[in-house]
């Protein structure tokens, strides 16, 4: 294709767009929701996932070291706990240690404590936190069974629910966004359909004076393409704002401190504007030049 024809039909593109108002309207408007809740969506998904890697940063698990274990035996236990590749943060907690961090938490009343010094009644402790919250089951198990280990403290239940709760959120979501993509490739098909359809006398008497199906589709494809960068355009700048305004609005207020605690950990929207961005324009794009294209093959059969 020729540069001065390639720049002759990108402006046919623009010029379909200007003259076609009301359906390119249509276009950009269902588009634009469709990619809203696409990328809703995604947030959603991104910021539970956050949420539950907090959650899993205060999962910790406590072991009891058996009294009857000698000093190899703990230091054994230790090095096993340290080299398990599920576990970080290891700290061994001397029962000496751990009255004296019980005698601080418990303030001005620590002095109740002090006859336990001689006769201490809290057994020596390991802790740890694990890498991979779904895996704390199965690390439990490993720790539970090695030599000098009284018992094992752990959120196994809560962490194998908060994996599930993860897991279904991030299908769900993956099935919206697949759904979404192929309702908006339909709709935006249609629409766009329908606009080389009042021009299909144009595309007809293109077609007798001998012009190429390439030089025909061209400027529908630049159509399509402007609808869905437009579309993209105007879904970010609505998530952007609405994202925004939700910050602000559990960031600030003591009225509503039981929604702030609940949404504290929301994702700065700094963190995934690149990604939102990103998804917007392939989407819009994608969904804008496959619908044309697939929308204007019938009209090229003359």
């Known amino acids: 294709m020729k540069g001065s024809n390639f720049g002759y039909l990108c402006k046919q593109g623009f010029k379909n767009i200007r003259l076609n108002r009301v359906l390119s309207l249509a276009s950009?408007?269902?588009?634009?929701?469709?990619?809203?809740?696409?990328?809703?969506?995604?947030?959603?998904?991104?910021?539970?996932?956050?949420?539950?890697?907090?959650?899993?940063?205060n999962s910790l698990v406590a072991v009891e070291v058996s009294d009857e274990a000698t000093e190899e035996t703990k230091s054994a236990l230790l090095t096993l706990i340290e080299?398990?590749?599920?576990?970080?943060?290891?700290?061994?907690?001397?029962?000496?240690?751990?009255?004296?961090?019980?005698?601080?938490?418990?303030?001005?009343?620590?002095?109740?404590?002090?006859?336990?010094?001689?006769?201490?009644?809290?057994?020596?402790?390991?802790?740890?936190?694990?890498?991979?919250?779904?895996?704390?089951?199965?690390?439990?198990?490993?720790?539970?069974s090695l030599e000098g280990v009284a018992s094992v403290q752990s959120t196994s239940e809560l962490s194998r629910a908060l994996v599930n709760i993860k897991n279904i959120v991030t299908a769900c979501c993956t099935v919206i966004v697949a759904v979404l993509s192929i309702v908006s490739l339909v709709i935006i098909s249609n629409v766009i359909r329908a606009s080389i359809f009042a021009r299909r006398k144009e595309v007809n008497i293109m077609k007798f004076v001998g012009a190429t199906n390439t030089f025909i589709r061209f400027p529908f494809f630049i159509e399509g393409i402007l609808i869905g960068l437009i579309a993209a355009l105007v879904a970010f700048g609505l998530t952007w704002g609405g994202y925004t305004l939700l910050l602000h609005y559990v960031q600030g207020g003591d009225s509503y401190s039981w929604f702030v605690n609940t949404f504290a950990s929301l994702i700065p929207f700094e963190n995934v504007w690149q990604q939102i961005a990103l998804i917007y324009a392939a989407g819009g794009v994608a969904v804008g030049a496959i619908g044309t294209v697939t929308s204007i093959g019938s009209h090229l059969k003359v």
């Open 28 to 57: 950009v408007s269902i588009l634009t929701v469709c990619l809203l809740l696409v990328g809703l969506s995604v947030l959603f998904s991104e910021n539970v996932s956050v949420a539950i890697g907090g959650l899993t940063d």
């Open 83 to 144: 080299t398990n590749d599920n576990t970080e943060d290891v700290e061994y907690i001397p029962k000496a240690e751990g009255l004296e961090q019980f005698k601080e938490s418990l303030s001005d009343n620590a002095g109740l404590l002090d006859a336990l010094e001689d006769d201490n009644p809290l057994p020596d402790m390991i802790r740890f936190q694990v890498k991979h919250l779904e895996r704390m089951p199965e690390t439990v198990a490993y720790v539970t």
